[in-house]
């Protein structure tokens, strides 16, 4: 396994810092009054160009969002957010909407080359090895500041492009699908994101159409004081494909920064969407100080028969992660799944899992759950799988593992099951396991460190995940929970 | 080669080696018999460097290195096997890719470079083909699901890749059939060498007729009570360990 000697030597590469991602982008930005109001919500809509039912749209969420208490009943703490100590708009002041990356203020190149994604070269690269090309959306704070392989992907018929773009350009689009996954009033992050959302992908694969390149966007909030609240949406159209990807980073910072973003998926008749996510937000330092609040929204609508929703994730970053991908199964045969490998260290808080709501006849879902946790972590799984009454025939298997790292953290799994109907099948595994130190023993007996030993009992458990994301993210995924663990035997 | 000398180690307060003394040449192979908790696995398992053992006094030094300051890895490096009794199982981890790891790790530590991957599958074929091994087994993830002569032979195997210089087997005939007793034992056999010693851990006689020792130590209440050729384990068979019990009673 070569990814584990490379895992290694990243691993010792990095010093006592842990997060390699957490430095901070010199560039001059313009931003939004601080806080929260009526008037904000205007600018940020008149930023973005915006036309009257979008601005509309907002300001209805906003008016919803007020009226709205924040969720308590997942397993994590923190102090009370103060909504009004938050930048809502941060952009790059240079060219805040370039047209091609010439017009790109050169200092943000340089931040997505350090973290790996260099733009300039993806699309040099264009047609030297095709099938490897990854068209990228590129998101700074609040905008979008370059996105890949536009024209190539337009002669497929796909729409690939900032959500703040799409609104302009294909508003019957947008309008037709917008908040028919997560409604405006769904919940309070998501009423909030509905407000003022700032970017995010915008994705339209027309029927039949394969999509030619993995897609992928690459969020990074740089800015202080401020939250991210991106918004994508993907439609795949009646026997259409897409393969998507998600990346996160964020500066290291000793304040909390918030991200609520809102992603809706919606697979049409015969239609599939993968959407892979690798999300590192910054996590905080080791006493628990900084880092990012995600509390996303993520929802898929199998609307068609036969389609296909799955979700992939790995979460290694965040000090706070509340979110649940989850697939409304309408369409008759429709299938959902359900992919998550979380690892906790440090301080941090993860409540994730999924919902798979059962509508459709004979539809299945598949739900594959790793958690590590290490340090003085709380990993929680939640998972609720239901089945409606008109939903026979109805086919869930799920299977939790929970693996502790240490004894100071603590792994916990919540699973909601509702059946409606006597036809369906409902199967759930689960299991808590320590790394044990025979295992340990028995490895470094054969020659490999505490370090290398330790990855490659983390690589077995989440191994069955890892296989489910496309093979140079799968490396790459290898290598960040490694370094997450790091420091975490012992 | 191997050099023990007043070896005395406890476990939460319990002593279990009291001022062993053993000496092991190179070449050599030492058997060494006992009944259950005299401290046989104990002495294999300090050898190797497992954790909760308290080392109170002695020393160990293997071609005049001291073990009791290595981590275990080093003292792998340094050639030390030990073919464990209870192999442990390393779910969703390849038994292929488990073999790999360890045999680069160990080349690291030596200064050489990484195997390359046809001549790691050429070795691994060969030396599988001895043992006798269905190839499916290398498949699947380590020691999962294997029966426990399966297991066994994963050991062996392990053993043959890594080329260790002082070969330690804790009670590798425990749970074998005759025929994979067979298969072990010559696999064992092949790996015998001028420069290779081991120290070969049993109850049975058994095991010895297809290993034959050039030396039998009998262990008893933690040190070496009766050292002889390898006549002594037959007449071990023969009397049982009763003599030695007897004596500590006196």
Same mark, same amino acid.
């Given at each position: 396994?070569?990814?584990?000697?490379?895992?290694?030597?990243?691993?010792?590469?990095?010093?006592?810092?842990?997060?390699?991602?957490?430095?901070?982008?010199?560039?001059?930005?313009?931003?939004?009054?601080?806080?929260?109001?009526?008037?904000?919500?205007?600018?940020?809509?008149?930023?973005?160009?915006?036309?009257?039912?979008?601005?509309?749209?907002?300001?209805?969420?906003?008016?919803?969002?007020?009226?709205?208490?924040?969720?308590?009943?997942?397993?994590?703490?923190?102090?009370?957010?103060?909504?009004?100590?938050?930048?809502?708009?941060?952009?790059?002041?240079?060219?805040?909407?370039?047209?091609?990356?010439?017009?790109?203020?050169?200092?943000?190149?340089?931040?997505?080359?350090?973290?790996?994604?260099?733009?300039?070269?993806?699309?040099?690269?264009?047609?030297?090895?095709?099938?490897?090309?990854?068209?990228?959306?590129?998101?700074?704070?609040?905008?979008?500041?370059?996105?890949?392989?536009?024209?190539?992907?337009?002669?497929?018929?796909?729409?690939?492009?900032?959500? &703040?773009?799409?609104?302009?350009? *294909? $508003?019957?689009?947008?309008?037709?699908?917008? #908040?028919?996954?997560?409604? !405006? /009033?769904?919940?309070?992050?998501?009423?909030?994101?509905?407000?003022?959302?700032?970017?995010?992908?915008?994705?339209?694969?027309?029927?039949?159409?394969?999509?030619?390149?993995?897609?992928?966007?690459?969020?990074?909030?740089?800015?202080?004081?401020?939250?991210?609240?991106?918004?994508?949406?993907?439609?795949?159209?009646?026997?259409?494909?897409?393969?998507?990807?998600?990346?996160?980073?964020?500066?290291?910072?000793?304040?909390?920064?918030?991200?609520?973003?809102?992603?809706?998926?919606?697979?049409?008749?015969?239609?599939?969407?993968?959407? &892979?996510?690798?999300?590192?937000? *910054? $996590?905080?330092?080791?006493?628990?100080?900084? #880092?990012?609040?995600?509390? !996303? /929204?993520?929802?898929?609508?199998?609307?068609?028969?036969?389609?296909?929703?799955?979700?992939?994730?790995?979460?290694?970053?965040?000090?706070?992660?509340?979110?649940?991908?989850?697939?409304?199964?309408?369409?008759?045969?429709?299938?959902?799944?359900?992919?998550?490998?979380?690892?906790?260290?440090?301080?941090?808080?993860?409540?994730?899992?999924?919902?798979?709501?059962?509508?459709?006849?004979?539809?299945?879902?598949?739900?594959?759950?790793?958690?590590?946790?290490?340090?003085?972590?709380?990993?929680?799984?939640?998972?609720?799988?239901?089945?409606?009454?008109?939903?026979?025939?109805?086919?869930?298997?799920?299977?939790?593992?929970?693996?502790?790292?240490?004894?100071?953290?603590?792994?916990?799994?919540?699973?909601?099951?509702?059946?409606?109907?006597?036809?369906?099948?409902?199967?759930?595994?689960?299991?808590?396991?320590?790394?044990?130190?025979?295992?340990?023993?028995?490895?470094?007996?054969?020659?490999?460190?505490?370090?290398?030993?330790?990855?490659?009992?983390?690589?077995?458990?989440?191994?069955?995940?890892?296989?489910?994301?496309?093979?140079?993210?799968?490396?790459?995924?290898?290598?960040?929970?490694?370094?997450?663990?790091?420091?975490?035997?012992? | 080669?191997?050099?023990?000398?007043?070896?005395?180690?406890?476990?939460?307060?319990?002593?279990?080696?009291?001022?062993?003394?053993?000496?092991?040449?190179?070449?050599?192979?030492?058997?060494?018999?006992?009944?259950?908790?005299?401290?046989?696995?104990?002495?294999?398992?300090?050898?190797?460097?497992?954790?909760?053992?308290?080392?109170?006094?002695?020393?160990?030094?293997?071609?005049?290195?001291?073990?009791?300051?290595?981590?275990?890895?080093?003292?792998?490096?340094?050639?030390?096997?030990?073919?464990?009794?209870?192999?442990?199982?390393?779910?969703?981890?390849?038994?292929?890719?488990?073999?790999?790891?360890?045999?680069?790790?160990?080349?690291?530590?030596?200064?050489?470079?990484?195997?390359?991957?046809?001549?790691?599958?050429?070795?691994?074929?060969?030396?599988?083909?001895?043992?006798?091994?269905?190839?499916?087994?290398?498949?699947?993830?380590?020691?999962?699901?294997?029966?426990?002569?399966?297991?066994?032979?994963?050991?062996?195997?392990?053993?043959?890749?890594?080329?260790?210089?002082?070969?330690?087997?804790?009670?590798?005939?425990?749970?074998?059939?005759?025929?994979?007793?067979?298969?072990?034992?010559?696999?064992?056999?092949?790996?015998?060498?001028?420069?290779?010693?081991?120290?070969?851990?049993?109850?049975?006689?058994?095991?010895?007729?297809?290993?034959?020792?050039?030396?039998?130590?009998?262990?008893?209440?933690?040190?070496?009570?009766?050292?002889?050729?390898?006549?002594?384990?037959?007449?071990?068979?023969?009397?049982?360990?009763?003599?030695?019990?007897?004596?500590?009673?006196?």
């Amino acid at each position: 396994m070569p990814a584990v000697q490379e895992t290694i030597d990243q691993v010792r590469s990095i010093d006592v810092d842990q997060y390699k991602y957490g430095f901070e982008t010199e560039v001059e930005m313009e931003k939004s009054p601080k806080g929260l109001s009526e008037d904000v919500i205007r600018f940020i809509s008149a930023k973005k160009g915006e036309p009257e039912w979008m601005l509309q749209w907002r300001l209805d969420a906003y008016k919803r969002w007020l009226t709205m208490t924040e969720p308590s009943w997942a397993r994590v703490s923190y102090d009370k957010i103060d909504y009004n100590d938050i930048y809502y708009y941060a952009a790059p002041k240079k060219n805040p909407a370039p047209k091609s990356l010439d017009e790109v203020d050169p200092e943000i190149l340089k931040t997505y080359e350090k973290l790996g994604i260099p733009l300039r070269e993806q699309e040099i690269l264009a047609g030297v090895e095709p099938e490897r090309r990854v068209a990228v959306d590129a998101v700074f704070d609040s905008v979008s500041v370059a996105t890949t392989f536009k024209e190539e992907l337009a002669k497929a018929g796909v729409i690939f492009m900032p959500i &703040s773009e799409a609104i302009r350009e *294909y $508003p019957d689009l947008v309008k037709q699908y917008l #908040g028919t996954v997560v409604p !405006v /009033t769904d919940n309070f992050f998501a009423t909030l994101n509905s407000a003022v959302f700032t970017d995010g992908s915008f994705v339209y694969i027309p029927p039949g159409v394969r999509c030619p390149m993995e897609l992928s966007t690459y969020f990074r909030i740089n800015e202080k004081n401020t939250g991210q609240f991106e918004r994508t949406l993907i439609i795949a159209d009646k026997g259409s494909y897409v393969s998507y990807l998600e990346g996160c980073t964020a500066p290291k910072r000793d304040e909390n920064q918030l991200h609520a973003a809102v992603v809706e998926l919606i697979a049409l008749d015969d239609a599939e969407i993968k959407y &892979s996510t690798v999300q590192n937000w *910054y $996590p905080g330092d080791a006493e628990g100080r900084g #880092g990012i609040y995600n509390f !996303v /929204t993520k929802r898929g609508d199998c609307r068609g028969k036969n389609s296909v929703i799955t979700w992939t994730q790995v979460e290694t970053g965040s000090a706070i992660t509340w979110k649940y991908p989850s697939c409304i199964l309408r369409g008759d045969n429709s299938r959902g799944e359900f992919y998550s490998i979380a690892v906790s260290n440090g301080m941090q808080q993860v409540d994730s899992g999924t919902k798979m709501i059962h509508l459709g006849k004979n539809t299945t879902s598949r739900i594959i759950s790793k958690g590590i946790a290490a340090g003085k972590s709380e990993n929680t799984y939640r998972g609720l799988v239901s089945a409606h009454r008109k939903a026979t025939g109805a086919r869930n298997f799920t299977n939790c593992d929970s693996l502790l790292i240490g004894n100071q953290c603590g792994a916990h799994t919540v699973p909601y099951i509702e059946s409606k109907n006597a036809t369906a099948v409902f199967e759930h595994e689960a299991t808590t396991s320590k790394i044990s130190e025979d295992q340990m023993f028995y490895c470094q007996q054969r020659g490999l460190s505490e370090e290398e030993a330790t990855a490659l009992i983390v690589n077995g458990f989440v191994k069955d995940v890892l296989q489910q994301l496309p093979m140079e993210f799968a490396v790459e995924a290898q290598k960040l929970i490694s370094i997450s663990l790091e420091g975490s035997v012992g | 080669m191997l050099e023990i000398k007043n070896l005395v180690v406890q476990i939460e307060d319990k002593r279990i080696l009291n001022g062993l003394n053993l000496t092991v040449n190179k070449g050599e192979v030492a058997a060494i018999m006992g009944p259950n908790g005299s401290g046989k696995s104990t002495l294999s398992y300090v050898i190797a460097g497992k954790e909760d053992y308290e080392v109170l006094d002695g020393e160990i030094l293997l071609d005049g290195q001291n073990l009791l300051e290595m981590e275990p890895d080093q003292r792998a490096a340094a050639g030390v096997f030990l073919a464990f009794q209870y192999p442990l199982e390393i779910p969703g981890v390849g038994s292929m890719t488990f073999l790999k790891a360890a045999m680069n790790a160990q080349r690291k530590s030596r200064g050489e470079g990484e195997l390359s991957t046809p001549d790691f599958i050429k070795q691994v074929n060969a030396a599988a083909a001895k043992l006798e091994m269905n190839k499916d087994m290398l498949k699947r993830a380590l020691n999962v699901g294997f029966s426990g002569g399966e297991k066994k032979r994963m050991e062996i195997l392990q053993m043959a890749l890594l080329q260790p210089s002082f070969c330690i087997l804790d009670e590798t005939d425990s749970g074998l059939d005759i025929d994979a007793l067979r298969i072990v034992s010559e696999g064992v056999n092949a790996l015998r060498s001028p420069d290779r010693a081991f120290l070969v851990i049993t109850h049975y006689q058994r095991l010895l007729n297809h290993i034959v020792p050039d030396t039998v130590h009998v262990m008893h209440g933690g040190r070496i009570v009766r050292s002889g050729g390898k006549e002594l384990a037959l007449e071990l068979e023969a009397n049982g360990y009763a003599d030695y019990r007897e004596s500590e009673a006196a």
